[in-house]
């Protein structure tokens, strides 16, 4: 079972897991950390400005969970404008060694593969960073993908086209397609941070955590991980049965023993 760590907000959300990167980074300076995109990492992002300010962070490697296909990538909502402006930016990180799936038509075909051979030339991905979609995907593997799964392209849901039209003028504009890290890929990373805010995420979170395994709701295959971690705030954490258990655990938790 994954670790669950339920925080009072965001913010403290953010810095529990931007303290435990800049762990690694410190430990290991080219450190390959996996990226995700939407809004739900931005806190930890923001509290790295914080815990690498003075660190050298130039040989830092990144590698993105996924990427709309046919989106310009120079589209303020692809996820290489999003992984520059809020990661490599403000970070300071060698864009050269931060990568993000290539969502261009030209050569999708083997996108995924080429990626695939990336991240394993790197020797790996040490620490991905997880969001949950309300359909219960992660990455952009949406309810069916399979758990053996390797970076392809997928159709995203109505639901998560919904759930990312905020970013967007509306809803027609959001993508059809997606390139995404499969299940596989991302059980293949030495740790697991998967983070979730506010009560539309409780229901996802609750059978990611508790439910049985199952491909209909992708996020549960976090408990095949053997170093796998939750932080949620409360509202998130409203549909957990073990929230109790996880509260007095974490806060028995030994100090060596940090996510
Ligand atoms: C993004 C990704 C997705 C998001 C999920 C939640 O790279 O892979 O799984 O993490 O759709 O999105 P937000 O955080 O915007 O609620």
Not at 211 to 223: E, R, V
Not at 238 to 259: F, G, H, S, V
Request: hydrophobic letters at 40%; proline letters at 5%.
């Amino acid at each position: 079972m994954a670790e669950v760590v339920i925080v009072s907000d965001k913010e403290e959300a953010g810095r529990i897991v931007a303290e435990a990167i800049a762990r690694r980074v410190h430990a290991r300076p080219d450190t390959v950390l996996g990226l995700a995109t939407g809004s739900t990492p931005l806190p930890v992002y923001e509290s790295l400005r914080e815990s690498l300010a003075g660190a050298d962070v130039s040989r830092v490697r990144g590698f993105a969970l996924d990427e709309y296909v046919g989106l310009d990538p120079a589209h303020p909502e692809s996820y290489r404008s999003v992984i520059a402006r809020e990661v490599v930016e403000p970070l300071g990180l060698d864009p050269d060694r931060v990568h993000v799936p290539s969502g261009a038509l030209e050569g999708i075909e083997t996108a995924g593969e080429r990626y695939e051979a990336a991240i394993a030339a790197a020797g790996g991905i040490e620490l991905q960073v997880l969001g949950i979609g309300t359909d219960g995907h992660i990455g952009f593997n949406e309810p069916g993908s399979s758990f053996a799964s390797r970076t392809r392209v997928k159709t995203l849901t109505r639901q998560t086209r919904e759930d990312n039209a905020r970013f967007f003028d509306s809803i027609d504009d959001v993508p059809m397609h997606c390139i995404t890290q499969g299940l596989g890929t991302i059980l293949e990373a030495r740790q697991l941070v998967l983070l979730a805010f506010g009560e539309g995420k409780a229901e996802a979170v609750a059978g990611a955590v508790e439910g049985p395994l199952t491909a209909s709701l992708p996020g549960s295959a976090i408990q095949l991980h053997p170093r796998a971690t939750v932080v949620v705030d409360e509202a998130a954490a409203a549909r957990l049965r073990y929230a109790d258990y996880y509260r007095y655990t974490y806060a028995n938790k030994p100090e060596w023993q940090r996510i």
